[in-house]
């Protein structure tokens, strides 16, 4: 059994930065591919970005969820860690993030393509 967690999460103002880091016990978290998903108050949980078990091909959200060019998911398998650097953040931002992480790298987009979920950590963007 792997369990996940993140950190990073915080208050900051519009326009500032956050790294959300997500990292595993049990096995490395190079033997799967991670997910970052978010929750918003009132809002169903949604996709924002991943990256797969091998190659480092990186996916995210739809344009229209507006996360393109400010996010950033990156993997340091030496450290045990994927990454979820975010700028230029905006209070549509804030939410409840989540790392999953998946076996067999059937797919990114959904929540329903992961194996584990982390207990998630908040980020609160001010304006």
């Known amino acids: 059994q792997v369990q996940l967690v993140e950190s990073g999460g915080g208050l900051v103002q519009t326009g500032g930065s956050l790294k959300l880091s997500c990292t595993t016990s049990?096995?490395?978290?190079?033997?799967?591919?991670v997910g970052w998903f978010r929750q918003a108050p009132g809002k169903e949980r949604e996709f924002v970005a991943a990256?797969?078990?091998?190659?480092?091909?990186?996916?995210?959200?739809p344009a229209a969820n507006s996360v393109q060019g400010r996010f950033t998911i990156s993997r340091d398998n030496i450290k045990n860690t994927v990454s979820l650097q975010m700028n230029d953040l905006k209070p549509e931002d804030t939410a409840v993030y989540y790392c999953?992480?998946?076996?067999?790298?059937?797919?990114?987009?959904?929540?329903?393509?992961?194996?584990?979920w982390g207990q998630g950590t908040q980020v609160t963007v001010s304006s």
């Open positions: 999953a992480a998946d076996r067999e790298d059937r797919g990114y987009y959904w929540d329903y393509e992961y194996d584990y």
């Open positions: 990256i797969a078990r091998y190659g480092g091909m990186t996916y995210y959200a």
């Open positions: 049990g096995l490395p978290i190079s033997t799967y591919a």
